[in-house]
């Protein structure tokens, strides 16, 4: 298991231990903060020009790993 892998584990670990060991409760804090995130990237491009940015709009883009 390479160093990323191993530390992504870790992180997984942790999150599980925070909401004791309840798996549906850490995906849906998970989600919660996703859709967090979302919101204030959408409030940040409504105050950032179109050059500073250069045509680039936030999306709910897919992850490929």
């Known amino acids: ?3 990323i892998s191993k530390q992504l584990e870790d992180e ?4 599980l231990a ?5 798996v549906r409760a850490t995906i849906a804090a ?6 967090f995130l979302l919101r204030e990237i ?7 020009s179109y050059g500073f ?3 680039w ?3 709910q883009q897919k992850i490929v790993r």
């Open 53 to 55: 940015a250069r045509g």
């Open 12 to 15: 997984i670990d942790e999150a």
């Open 57 to 59: 709009k936030p999306g």
């Open 30 to 35: 998970l989600l919660a903060e996703r859709e």
């Open 18 to 22: 925070y909401h004791q060991g309840d």
């Open 42 to 48: 959408e409030y940040a491009s409504l105050a950032m």
């Open 1 to 3: 298991m390479n160093a």
